[in-house]
């Protein structure tokens, strides 16, 4: 199918062209970009094969394509994402326009009323894990934030199964560099970042109303959280650790049931014997989780390993791709993560 | 005043040559080491001035030492310990033997029964921000561990402040390597530890019932808290997070005046405005501290910043014996830390 | 073909497997391990897919199997591989058993004689871009070590076309710490390696004579080289800095057009416009060239990026089997590197 | 003595805050900076202690001043040392402007004319082990960059001793990051610089001339070198690898001695048994040295580490400014390194 991936330049654009590339059904053939477009693959990601393909002024007239993924900043993609769904072209968008699903949500996440509201509820939430069939039937998708991907991949589980109390939801996430994109920040320096933990956007960051969004909506009752994300020296990876009080007697084999049983149906995340690390997932588009009762508070502890530029980015917009097109979910994403 | 550092070899140890090195009134004159005994401290720290020192053997047979500094691993100093302090000798305990107060709460926490119960109860907890009238008047004081030190300094105020209900404290903490010592194993190999990050010790780490032990005190009743340590790719720094509902209507006002009040009551506690970065600390024997209300769910969300080696260990080993010995309490911790 | 990895465990091992995992034609039925064996291949690669395949003990005894590589430590590949060979099986030898061709040779380098020395003329040196017909017709093939696939890459065909002279070759290398292997050593703990940089095994290095003794072959000259490797701190990568006294009235172009040339004629070669950056090449079996005239004191610079795990270990066997086995040169190595 | 640091915002300038505050003889009064004139230090330099001091604007009218350092990107010292040194205040400038010896030589570096010609021979050059003496007269002292001094601490002594042939000279040298200063560009980005190692400024380096007029002036000859930087993912340190044909029948003996002798008479270099890391000389001001010959090409490698921010910039400056104050040469400078 012919792909248009626009947004090349970033980071989750270069990993959306290394994925396509390797797809056995997608095949790019317009690479967009902004203020790079002009310049060629290669100038820009210069570790990826090919480098000698130009990237492209950004447009909706792209006759032929059959699918376009869009990697841009937050409120970039809302006209040109509209545009292109209106002429048949099925368009995942990995950034923020149409995550939050209603108006008001909108509204209140990011203190400005959105373009186009009523295109709001056209677009599907793409995280396949907890909306498959939606996701089946649509030619419009949010893939979701990376921080929302990792934290709902535990909480949503054990949330569906009763394991949790969802009064005190805590949720504290710790993510490589990468996630903050490729721009020129003094905040993103290596001699600012390296050597060093911090925590950031402490009860502002925007992905907490997508992760209570998503969780809501998967388990059809209003719920809360508390979300602190932290920022890392390393380059990728995404760690959520979630804490909440268990509801009732739960025990340790009950978490990891609850979240096995929700690892059977998805091809992409699995249950392990440790506490995940991020190193594990690097590279592929695997999710790794684990849980914990404390018996000495009654508190549930559960954590979700994932990319956060593949399985928190270019590797899940694929994942909606494939199942949009009607391919096999897991067709381009066979390859395995590296390490060291 | 005549000084030996037992247990020299290590990080911890390093850091207490480093420091006393640059002490007015205290005087190294004894560095004890087990199997690298015979060797010369350049070569087991050749980062220090004065690497010609010979180390020597582990004794408790020092006349004419004053104050004793020991660094050893868990289970090591309590038969010298005792023994030192027994000759007159002020002790200042590095390692964990000494810091639960009772026969039962060490055994609960370390699955043994203590070598020597009949001597907990003569050990100062050696924080001075929370216990400092203690250590004014003991000869022997257990130095907290480095988590617990993190996470007491911005908890123990706003439960002394009333600001935080206590029922679902959850104290998320991030450390770099050295705080796992200088140990050979595979999990601390920079292969296995570079560009990744990963909770460990999930629910039984033995900092835990610490922190409980010591806020309890602080604020005279029962508190738990649930406590996941994380692994981050830096060599130094502890950040705490520290997440709880707020007690009534509190503001982010007077979480940050509640942690204010005690900064200003301590002269190496600091409230900034940020969150705060393991980076700025890295170094020195500061510890940084702020706190937000997140109205979405009346949490209270606090954080606090220390190097795990200086405020963590050897830094507020010497601040205790400052304090042991009529001294100022920041005598010899006045350097400032580096960065980048 | 049915192919075995002897020596899963380690890194070139675990790159092994997720190479010869995507690879077309080669079908890993075998996978051997020392201590490892009885443990699965998730436990020692965790970021692999198909982490229930078991690890088998090692063996020659590998009925059906047509193509094995092993990737063991130094010593224990000689018997192993060449009962293999003698078995009819097609082995590739990333260890450094086989790679120098004379019993005087390898006395002179390693400090013993070698165990098998009538085997040593038998093995064909693996680095395709020098080597390709001898490979291709061979059944056994010593796969190149890191450093010389870098410096090699570099200074061969520099020095075939006589654009340097040859008796002032200076090679500096710079390594990530995969290149030192899985092992449990002090020195390779993160809180030695972060941070830092150093020069090691200083005139020693076993990969010197391997680096005159190939680029002698090649050019029919005896030449000789000094080298000097670094470890940095990162994961992987190894960039060689080659300097050497211009032969004559060479140009900046002259230098370029020599390495340019050598590129086109090699598929995983290629001549960039800038200094070389190893995060450019980490994860895929391209090496990246340059190289530059100083005119102030007519020295050739020239240097060499290479993944030591891939092009300098797992991706090169992999080309190397492929010639042997009449395949496609660039078979199962199409996949892109990773950034960042 | 009352002490001015103009430049204050950047690293070196941060480093010179936390070393002349801890000054047995210098006194910051004033603390003055370009764009950050107005902030104070602790919102540019959180690590330091004091943060409440205000960052000043950038002026030579500083009544009382006695000395000054200068922490300027080039070109924006010259007329302001210039100024400070007539009005009597000691300068020490630890940027490029006033390095080189000849109106030629800059131009010929820098590709334009000096803006103070006449001023040129005024300047010390300020690297105490080869020109002491000079140093010791001047109130104008330029600093020098990083990499000459790491790498003359070694060259020059085996120069000077006779021991290497001068003709084919070639220094590799690796720098942490902040070698290239806090200023926002793309290639420093921590997604930029993290986990890779590359070399730049191939034959193009101002650090090149300024070691070859060095080198040249301590022997008595001209000599001139072949230099390549490179960039390691570090945040400090700098590693120079210096390779030179033997000059005759020359030993490993005759290169340590050498190199001994010269640390001899110096107390911030000192010769080891074993390759210098630079993490064993962050955040001092020593130098470790180690020298070796490689009998196979008859070659001598030496190496010199050095923390590039602090023998490398502020803390040789402070060395520079007590020789011109006639003050011990190690006051202020005894701090020890850090590691880990």
Redesign the interface.
Known sequence: MKTAILGASG?GG?ELV?LV??HPALDTIYLGAHSQAGRTLGEV?????GGDRLLSPMTADLPGIEVAFLALPHGESAELGAALAERGVKVIDLGSDFRLDTPDRYQSAYGAPHPLPDELDRWAYGLPELFRESIMGADRVAAPGCYPTAALLALAPLTAAGIIETN?V?V?A?S???GAG?A???D?????????????A??THRH?PEIEMAVSDFVGSRI???F?P?L??????I?A?I?A?AAGSVTGSSVRGALGEFADHNPFVEL?DE??????????NRA?VNG??????N?V?A?A?IDNLVKGAAGQAIQAANLMCGLDETAGL???????
């Open positions: 980071y270069g290394r590339d390797g990601h210069p570790h990826l094969w005190h805590v504290n710790m490589g560099v990468s490729r020129l920040r003094a993103l320096l290596f001699g600012a970042v390296d050597e060093g933990v911090r925590a950031y402490v009860t907490r809360s959280v508390t602190t932290h890392v020296p390393m380059q990728r990876g760690l650790t804490t009080p392990i506490p995940p690390q991020t190193r594990w997932v690097v590279g592929s790794l914990y009762l404390d018996p000495a508070t508190t502890i954590m390993a066979g390859a395995a993560g590296w390490m060291p």
